[in-house]
């Protein structure tokens, strides 16, 4: 069964472009979470949808946006680049068949790079 | 507001050492906790799952242990190889957070041959 697969692996943008990630999960996964990771601050968390849903938002500007399909494939979009987005940004998925989010499986992630 | 700590931040030993590395939360309300491996420049990967319910789960050399009334967990990996270097992080499912786990900084291993 295929995991997580995310892209493009590597991307190199300038300071006030935008990008767009995206992430396939595992067939049958219904929920993506996006989680920025940084030297500094660690795993933070973007967002999480569920059928299409965005169930929750962490503390990031309105620069980071997301949305899930009908297939459950979701994309990520950063707006308006600055150097501090430079990130591994990583998608997980998971059943969340319950109230609780499951095991969550990660991909190996996009690494950005804002020059 | 919960927080996930670990300790040590990085952990050096020789090779078939058994090493225990821990984490500590500050809110009981979870409903699980994961263990998960990170290879540098790597996505995560999961190696356990313990449910607010059990205490402990194995997976060959590996075994976490949950006690949620001290907000402590453990991941034991017994007879260390140099395959096991790597980071290790724990994250809790908090309740009523909708998708969100919360992460600590990690532990970065190094088992030496």
């Known amino acids: 069964k295929a995991g997580v697969t995310q892209t493009p692996r590597y991307l190199i943008k300038t300071r006030g472009q935008q990008v767009t990630l995206s992430c396939s999960p595992i067939s049958g996964h219904r929920s993506v979470s996006w989680y920025q990771q940084t030297p500094g601050q660690g795993l933070q968390f973007l967002f999480e949808y569920f059928s299409e849903t965005q169930r929750n938002k962490g503390n990031f500007p309105g620069r980071f946006s997301g949305r899930q399909f009908s297939n459950s494939r979701s994309e990520m979009n950063v707006s308006t680049l600055e150097l501090g987005d430079s990130a591994l940004y990583l998608c997980a998925s998971s059943l969340a068949a319950g109230v609780d989010t499951g095991e969550l499986f990660f991909g190996e992630g996009s690494r950005l790079t804002v020059l | 507001k919960q927080e996930v700590t670990q300790i040590p931040a990085a952990l050096s030993v020789p090779e078939g050492e058994n090493l225990v590395l821990n984490c500590s939360f500050t809110d009981s309300a979870i409903y699980n906790l994961q263990w998960f491996r990170q290879d540098p420049g790597k996505g995560l990967t999961s190696l356990l799952l313990i449910q607010s319910s059990q205490r402990e789960q194995t997976s060959g050399r590996l075994n976490a242990s949950l006690d949620k009334s001290s907000g402590r967990s453990t991941l034991y990996i017994a007879a260390s190889q140099p395959g096991d270097s790597a980071t290790y992080l724990c994250?809790?499912?908090?309740?009523?957070?909708?998708?969100?786990?919360?992460f600590g900084q990690g532990t970065e291993l190094s088992v030496k041959p």
């Open positions: 994250a809790v499912d908090p309740y009523n957070q909708g998708g969100k786990l919360i």
